[in-house]
């Protein structure tokens, strides 16, 4: 299936736990995003790669880490989870990085809970 | 930094026409995408302008003022299915997407 998959799907998560949210694409962009969504707040931006071997903080990166080894993979990491990391969290894709034109395309989410 | 205003609730009737409206200040400018949410799912794009002006899209249309700093979203012979949430995001000077909070549009019968 042509897209972003993210898994999980939802968790719950004790505060202090250690967590990773994956994230895979199949359409070969170069460019990819994590961004978490709250209510009232929109999507904000947490780190994002322009192509495999880089990355960069967004807009509130601090208690998320992000690495990208290959093209498809862009893993983010909860190192030890707040309760204020309670969101759902998106990645995306685009073909470049850098760009105007720059579409994104999003997988359908993770919804985490931190207890 | 960004900023970018949109309403965050408008309701309409089914077949009629509603227009969302988006304010914003950036720190350079790359171009205005509005993308469109339905509750659960995940954002999905709609329209780009960089230039000033109107483009249009099928039932959707998007304006562009760059010396305002304003963007409009017009969803015409508005149907059930186009009750969701829509989103407003710049591309400022570092070419990252900046989101506004959204608008959520409910479409009644």
């Known amino acids: 299936i042509a897209g972003i998959t993210q898994a999980p799907t939802s968790q719950i998560l004790a505060a202090g736990r250690r967590m990773t949210l994956r994230c895979t694409q199949d359409?070969?962009?170069?460019?990819m995003y994590w961004y978490r969504q709250d209510l009232g707040l929109g999507l904000r931006l947490i780190h994002y790669?322009?192509?495999?071997?880089?990355?960069g903080k967004g807009e509130v990166p601090d208690g998320y880490s992000v690495s990208r080894a290959n093209t498809d993979d862009f893993p983010l990491t909860l190192a030890s989870a707040v309760p204020s990391q309670t969101s759902v969290y998106f990645c995306?894709?685009?073909?470049?990085?850098?760009?105007?034109?720059?579409?994104?395309?999003f997988g359908a989410g993770s919804r985490l809970t931190v207890l | 930094g960004q900023n970018i205003d949109q309403p965050t609730e408008m309701t309409a009737t089914e077949g009629a026409i509603v227009q969302i409206n988006c304010t914003y200040q950036t720190s350079g400018f790359n171009g205005l995408f509005w993308y469109q949410q339905h509750a659960g799912e995940a954002p999905t794009f709609l329209s780009y302008n960089v230039l000033d002006g109107l483009e249009e899209k099928g039932r959707f249309s998007s304006f562009l003022s760059r010396s305002k700093g304003y963007s409009y979203l017009l969803l015409k012979e508005l149907q059930m299915k186009d009750s969701a949430s829509y989103l407003c995001?710049?591309?400022?000077?570092?070419?990252?997407?900046?989101f506004g909070a959204g608008t959520t549009v409910t479409v009644r019968a």
């Open positions: 995306a894709s685009s073909p470049v990085g850098g760009s105007g034109a720059n579409v994104l395309t």
């Open positions: 359409m070969r962009h170069n460019a």
């Open positions: 790669s322009n192509t495999a071997g880089t990355t």
């Open positions: 995001a710049v591309s400022g000077g570092d070419y990252k997407l900046s």
